[in-house]
Structure formats: structure tokens, C-alpha cells
């Protein structure tokens, strides 16, 4: 059901005051160095189990995120940011863990008793959990939920985010002189897919059906999850795209993804 209610009465005042939530999933525990290194650990294996796993983009709301058999036939493609948060969102939620995501425009937390403010519309589940963040969210809000970490503490599931903002990419391993990344909605050099001419009307919720921030939208900009790697030659950091046609090592990547941080765990725990 989408809203729960509890009765919440002082000691002192024995009049009855009812608080209603949208409860995507219950939490039972809290973000602590053994749920953060859990994180950490379970990233590598979780980020390609989402980017192989075959769905139906167009019902979203009713394909699961636990693990379960999905029903889809489709590429599971994701923007940058909707790729990030969408590894953290399944996380939290399998393992019963609060989550608060702050967005330009709204606030989403796993149990949300503003749930009427922003564009929260989804089913009261992880997945329409992820879905209204990824309607509501863009790259720039990463830094939001997220503080700087410095590049000998790197661990996957650590983010690289574009000095504008504007891309973001999922560590997803770190070794002597190489670091692996996924990312969503970067195809490479001629690659990315063009917009479609309904992706532009951004005319609100009620047209969130053909809106391109939209992951069940057929305008949608994201692509399948695609990998790449960065590794120090001769000093230098040199970056790889494994995907595409264009396979060349390119010197200027790494100073533009300059932005190294890590999810801000212990405000996830303050709803």
C-alpha cells in the first residue's frame, strides 16, 4: 500500500496526530563502516548485474531491482547519474538500509512523509523509488549527495564526476596505477543517440510519459551500461573506452573527470 499511517500522541497530550508516508521499503538498519564496506564490496558484482540484466523499459515500475527474474527482453540502459544512484538504490533496499536523496527539486527518502512535494508518482517500491529519483535527478545533484575523497583512498563504488558536473562515472575497480569505471548515457565519440524531437517537451507531470528524464519514456537518453578504464602510463593517467569503435587511449579524460567523492553515508540515515 502506498501510505502508512502511525498515531504519534506526547505524553503530555492525549490528542491523537496521524502522519501519513509514502514507504518505499522499510529500513531496520543503519549506515555504519560495516554497511559502508559492505558497499564498497558489493559493487563490482551488483553494477554488472545491472547492466546485463534484461527488462522491460517501457514497465519499469513492475520490474524488480531485488534480484529477482525480470520480464523484459530490453537493453537495460540508464543516463550517467540514473546509473549511479540506481547501484546505491539497490543497495539500500536489499539490505533494509534508509536512504535520503537531494535533488534540485525535491528530497526522496526511502520512507517520505513529504511525499506529495516533487514529482513522486511511482509505485510505493524500490523501483518506483528509483524511478521518481531518476525522473527528478541529473548529474550535478551527485555532488549533492556526495562529499570529496582523495584518490588514494579510492574504493569502488566511489564516483568520478565531470569538473561542470555534467557526466559521471562509477568506479568499479582500483589496482596499483588502473581504475575501472561503468557509466550510462556515454556511447563514445559519435556514438551518443539522438534526441528525439518529443524529448523536448518538458511541460511537467503530466507529460512525464514522453519526458526524456523519463527511464519507462520512449525518449529517454540513456544507453546500456558501458565500461572503461584509466591506467598511469609513463606518469600520466591515459583513459580507454572498452565499447564502441573507438578504442583509442586519450590523455585529457582523467583532467576532466576531476571530481573524486564518495556517497555521503551517514546523511543517508537522517530522514
Given at each position: ?99 535520503k536523496i537531494k535533488t534540485a527539486s525535491a528530497v526522496f527518502k526511502n520512507i517520505d512523509k513529504d511525499y506529495k512535494s516533487g514529482n513522486k508518482t511511482a ?60 557509466q550510462g548515457n556515454f556511447p563514445g565519440p559519435g556514438e551518443t543517440p539522438r534526441r528525439k524531437w518529443t524529448s523536448y517537451l ?70
Amino acid at each position: 500500500m502506498q501510505l502508512a499511517n502511525a498515531l504519534m500522541t506526547p505524553k503530555d497530550d492525549r490528542k491523537p496526530v496521524t502522519v501519513q508516508c509514502k514507504v518505499y521499503w522499510v529500513h531496520s538498519n543503519v549506515w555504519n563502516d560495516q554497511w559502508i564496506a559492505k558497499y564498497h564490496a558489493s559493487v563490482p558484482a551488483l553494477a554488472k548485474d545491472i547492466q546485463a540484466r534484461k527488462v522491460d523499459m517501457s514497465k519499469l515500475d513492475s520490474e524488480p531491482i531485488d534480484g529477482s527474474p525480470t520480464g523484459g527482453d530490453d537493453a537495460n540502459r540508464f543516463t550517467c547519474e540514473d546509473f549511479a544512484f540506481e547501484v546505491l538504490i539497490e543497495f539500500a533496499s536489499r539490505n533494509k538500509l534508509p536512504l535520503k536523496i537531494k535533488t534540485a527539486s525535491a528530497v526522496f527518502k526511502n520512507i517520505d512523509k513529504d511525499y506529495k512535494s516533487g514529482n513522486k508518482t511511482a509505485p510505493p517500491t524500490p523501483a518506483g523509488f528509483a524511478l521518481d529519483v531518476a525522473y527528478a535527478s541529473g548529474a550535478p545533484d551527485v555532488l549533492k549527495n556526495s562529499a570529496p575523497v582523495a584518490d588514494g583512498d579510492l574504493l569502488p563504488g566511489d564516483l568520478f564526476v565531470e569538473f561542470n558536473g555534467g557526466h559521471i562515472q562509477l568506479v568499479t575497480g582500483v589496482g596499483p596505477g588502473k581504475v575501472e569505471i561503468m557509466q550510462g548515457n556515454f556511447p563514445g565519440p559519435g556514438e551518443t543517440p539522438r534526441r528525439k524531437w518529443t524529448s523536448y517537451l518538458e511541460l511537467g507531470p503530466w507529460l512525464r510519459s514522453t519526458n526524456d528524464g523519463n527511464r519507462e519514456s520512449p525518449n529517454y537518453l540513456g544507453s546500456p551500461v558501458q565500461d572503461a578504464v584509466y591506467e598511469q602510463r609513463n606518469g600520466k593517467w591515459m583513459y580507454q573506452r572498452l565499447y564502441g569503435s573507438y578504442r583509442d587511449w586519450d590523455s585529457d579524460v582523467w583532467g576532466t573527470m576531476n571530481k573524486h567523492v564518495r556517497w555521503n553515508f551517514a546523511e543517508f540515515n537522517n530522514l
